[in-house]
């Protein structure tokens, strides 16, 4: 199998007014032409590359190859869920990881429309969770996934992610309440405040992806798309601009075994 080809490691961008992109280290005034770094892989291997950098520099490098990427991705989604995050980690001893749920504030505000665009642009579908708090950045869409979470109390019911496909929404159950997780004999490690988990994720790449895509996550956080995708023998790419995210990432990759075909 042929690695994913790697990304420019610079590109060269002009900025108008309306891209509000004050979060790229690069740019300093708003017509400015600038060389942006998107440089080597923060790690890579048969199946998955991760980029420890700006995602709309990275997706901008990706340009115009959207014939086999598919987007799955979880955005920020403005609702300060870092913070809510670094409230409770130090009430849940060995539940919640401290030094990766303290407040960042990667969660203060949305992605800006260009995001929304440039993932249209490079890819032939796009799968985004949270689209509820994208619902005016979004087309409106009948294909709909709605993840039941069988929470218990004042929390929501489960999530909901926008998708580009032209199929009916589908609803997929997996328990993720807190401690309560679906398999108890075998839980998974919670590394990030909006964590999906592992068998969720892979049944939807079974369902909305093929062998053939590529499938990209412009916001990586922990890696849990990446390491479905890689289980399933799938190719794909993760950007996360935190650090810290990329090496809890790498970690899951080098621990993902390959499911056999049946």
Partial sequence: ??????????????????????DWNKIRSSHEVSWCEVGLPFYEDDYC????????????????????????????????????AAAVGGKRGKCAIKTVYD?????????SRIFFEMMKEIS??????????????LEPS????????????TFADGELAWTSFDK??????????GMIQQNMKEKEERFHPTQKPLPLMI?????????????????????????????LGRKAIGMEINKAY????????????IRMAM
């Avoid at 407040?103 to 992605?111: F, G, H, M």
């Avoid at 009948?142 to 109390?153: H, L």
């Avoid at 049944?203 to 916001?219: G, R, S």
């Fill in 49 to 84: 590359q991760i980029y420890n950098c700006d995602s709309l520099t990275a997706m901008v490098a990706l340009r115009p190859s959207s014939e086999n990427i598919v987007i799955v991705t979880d955005p920020p989604y403005g609702i300060g869920a870092d913070s809510k």
């Fill in 103 to 111: 407040k960042t504030n990667w969660d203060d505000k949305r992605p």
């Fill in 1 to 22: 199998m042929s690695k994913i080809k790697n990304l420019p490691q610079k590109i060269y961008l002009q900025i108008g007014e309306d891209c509000d992109c004050e």
């Fill in 246 to 257: 990329c090496e809890i990432a790498v970690k899951r990759l080098l621990t993902t075994q």
């Fill in 168 to 177: 009916p929404l589908r609803e997929y159950e997996h328990t993720w309440n």
């Fill in 203 to 231: 049944k939807i790449l079974e369902d909305y992806t093929t062998p053939a895509d590529i499938i990209v996550d412009p916001f990586m956080g922990s890696g849990t798309t990446l390491a479905a995708a890689k289980s």
């Fill in 124 to 137: 032939k579908e796009q799968i985004i969770f949270g689209g509820n708090y994208f619902a005016d950045q």
């Fill in 142 to 153: 009948k294909g709909w996934i709605y993840w039941r979470k069988n929470i218990n109390g």
